[in-house]
């Protein structure tokens, strides 16, 4: 036994080490035995298995099992000698528990090869699929024949037979000597045909050349290949033609899977790419968390320094609400409700909601409807009304709240303000007849307007800017002549715009006018317009240029209705000294409150201006011309456009996304990382969204169904 595993000491030495042990090589010689006792039924079967084998390899060699077959022919396996730890004698619970070697070479038979053997019958008789695809017609076998090198030897063979032996004529020598001068011995000699006549020179018998050329016969003339042969080439070619339909086949097939494959890589690639998006959300989220904490750090700061010496240290600033950055402080239940889902209906109004804010989520809400003079006031928290604020004499146009403070403008020119702590829930619920004779009897002379010498026009007899300090009004300011239907305020500053097409600046804390703002004069005088928006001025002749009354019809909504469009100034906001509007002639107008004079106007719109809103570095308007025109404040062009079906009405916006309010029943949402849009509908309005304001996950929108729905997003 050591001279039949001599020849192999070089590569196995464990089994060189074995046959040297005479011990070892008694344990190999038991388990040869044990082997053969075992497996001789399978032995006897061995040429018949292996042709089994050999016969379904190209149906049960599928990627799956090849790819087994190569993990399992990878790992390294020692001779079952080696494999008992420290060389210690094999026993039969090791023998049984690893695969056995039958001979002396490498090979194994596993558990699944005799499952396999076992099997043979229901291989055979079991249907395989055909594959799907252009070469669903070619199998694995027939494949293989027509690609592998040997398929052209038919070819060849035909080539070779067509040879015919002639005399050496070197037409290589001719071929490389074509491509410069012909040589002057060649330009004598004559032939009778450029394509099959060759002229060879041919000796007598005697050995010496003849004078006289002609030309000979095609060289096919003397050559005769038979019937038989004809035959075979002609099966030869059929043959090679359907070789050819096969790798046609199988090119297009592997054609199809790459454009599969680059379909999967495509979706992988988008899947990513959505990734990356989702990481530039997340950064700006997180941008927007950062400086909220810096506000919020700030804000408590200043209160711990107020509250060491309350005489000397002013009050904590509190950036308003739509400067707001970061996340809000939020019920934890909040987070249990559904996103997208108007989970809030508060019904009390009767016509269409014409405006609305509020303080925070599940805070107060201040909104107003058409029609009507009085503002109604509830609690987030419970969706119930607290009471009405009561003092305007016409329909309130625009609000504002912040923290407990909230101003309002109406179509009566006035803007008041109020203490949303003073509101008394009994005070609204009496008699309305007693309260308008109430309101009359205490107000006797709101309707005589005297001209102060600054141009303010107040109540009399009580001061300028004052008002009923008993009741939630603690401010009226009055000096425009038409309805007043935007206003901004922070900290002791206020604009508003009306429909007298100018705007005032006023001081909260004195509640005088401090500068008035002509937009007339400002079309009249246009600044220079930038580059690339080149819209003329006087887009609207009958309506902006004129000093009279100015109404455009609005585009019909979803549902068909239509209105007139009364307000010349659609919206206001300022930051830092810089001031924005967006009035009736389309037109984006920036304002410097210093000198009160308009230092650029965007033109764009070919609409009305209906809402606007503006950061350090962008302004976003919406307009009747059913567009959202986001605007670079350092260049004046246009940053990003989105059009939709109806005119806008309301917008609101930040590094993230935009929210619209668009003629729909729906709130539109538009994602500036992914670009993409969406909307918002579940439990929503019946009719469309005319006014709309969020924080962070909290939405309130009003629509002409004179109900106001509290969303989650």
């Given at each position: ?115 396999i053997v076992e099997a043979t019958d229901e291989l055979l008789d079991a249907e395989i699929p055909e594959a799907e695809g252009v070469a669903s017609d070619v199998s694995l076998l027939r494949g293989f024949n027509a690609t592998v090198p040997s398929s052209e030897k038919n ?283 109430e309101e009359d009897e205490g107000t006797a002379y709101d309707g005589e307007l005297v001209e102060k010498p600054n141009g303010i026009r107040s109540s009399e007899p009580s001061e300028a800017g004052t008002a009923d300090q008993t009741g939630p009004c603690i401010r009226l ?237």
């Open positions: 036994m050591s001279s039949k595993f001599k020849g192999k000491s070089a590569d196995r030495p464990d089994i060189t080490r074995a046959a040297l042990d005479p011990e070892q090589s008694t344990v190999h010689s038991k388990m040869d035995l044990v082997s053969k006792s075992l497996f001789a039924p399978f032995i006897n079967k061995k040429k018949d298995s292996s042709r089994i084998l050999t016969d379904l390899a190209p149906v049960i060699m599928t990627p799956r099992m090849m790819n087994a077959a190569a993990t399992v022919s990878s790992r390294s396996r020692g001779s079952l000698g080696a494999s008992a730890p420290g060389g210690s004698r094999l026993d039969f619970a090791t023998l049984g528990r690893a695969p056995m070697r039958l001979t002396l070479g490498t090979r194994r038979i596993t558990s699944r090869d005799l499952q070819r060849t063979r035909r080539k070779q037979m067509r040879n015919v032996e002639t005399p050496r004529i070197g037409l290589k020598k001719l071929g490389m000597s074509a491509r410069g001068m012909m040589m002057e011995d060649e330009e004598d000699r004559s032939i009778a045909s450029e394509e099959d006549v060759v002229v060879v020179s041919r000796l007598d018998e005697r050995g010496k050349r003849k004078g006289k050329r002609r030309g000979r016969e095609s060289l096919s003339a003397a050559k005769t290949l038979g019937k038989d042969e004809l035959r075979r080439q002609t099966q030869e070619i059929l043959l090679d033609k359907e070789n050819l339909h096969v790798r046609r086949s199988l090119i297009n097939s592997e054609i199809v899977e790459i454009n599969n494959k680059i379909k999967t890589l495509d979706s992988i690639r988008e899947g990513l790419e959505q990734d990356l998006l989702k990481l530039h959300e997340d950064e700006l989220e997180l941008d927007d968390e950062l400086g909220g904490v810096q506000e919020r750090m700030e804000f408590e700061e200043a209160a711990f320094r107020q509250s060491d010496n309350t005489k000397t240290a002013p009050a904590p600033h509190v950036a308003p609400s739509r400067r707001r950055r970061g996340p809000v402080f939020l019920p934890s239940e909040h987070d249990e409700l559904p996103p997208g889902v108007a989970f809030m209906t508060l019904e009390s109004h009767l016509t269409p909601i014409a405006a609305l804010d509020f303080s925070e989520p599940y805070g107060t809400l201040v909104s107003a409807s058409q029609e009507d003079a009085q503002p109604r006031l509830w609690d987030l928290m419970t969706g119930s009304e607290i009471g009405r604020l009561r003092g305007h004499r016409g329909a309130v146009k625009c609000i504002q709240v912040e923290n407990n403070l909230c101003l309002t403008g109406a179509e009566d020119g006035s803007v008041r303000l109020w203490d949303l702590r003073l509101v008394d829930e009994d005070d609204w619920e009496r008699d309305g007849l007693a309260d308008v004779a300011f009055e000096g425009h002549s038409k309805a007043v239907t935007a206003l901004y305020f922070e900290d002791e500053c206020l604009v508003t715009g009306a429909s007298d097409k100018t705007l005032r600046q006023w001081d909260l804390a004195t509640g005088q006018c401090v500068m008035t703002m002509d937009i007339l004069w400002a079309i009249s005088h246009p600044q220079p317009t930038i580059p690339g928006n080149g819209i003329p001025n006087n887009l609207f002749p009958s309506a902006a240029a004129s000093a009279g009354h100015f109404a455009v019809p609005t585009p019909p909504s979803a549902d068909g209705s239509w209105d007139m469009y009364e307000d010349f100034v659609g919206g206001v906001q300022f930051w830092g000294y810089g001031l924005v509007s967006g009035s009736g002639d389309g037109a984006v107008r920036m304002w410097d409150m210093r000198t009160g004079q308009a230092h650029r106007t965007l033109m764009g719109h070919t609409g009305p201006v209906t809402c606007l809103q503006f950061d350090e570095m962008h302004i976003a308007s919406g307009s009747l011309d059913k567009s959202i025109r986001i605007w670079d404040v350092r260049t004046g062009g246009t940053f990003e456009t989105l059009k939709y079906d109806h005119a806008v009405t309301a917008l609101q916006f930040d590094t993230r996304k935009v929210i619209a309010a668009t003629g729909e029943n729906s709130v539109k949402i538009y994602n500036r990382t992914s670009m993409q849009h969406s909307s918002l509908s579940t439990n929503g309005h019946t009719q469309p969204v005319e006014r709309l304001r969020y924080m962070d996950r909290y939405l309130v929108s009003g629509g002409r169904d004179a109900t106001v729905k509290i969303w989650t997003l």
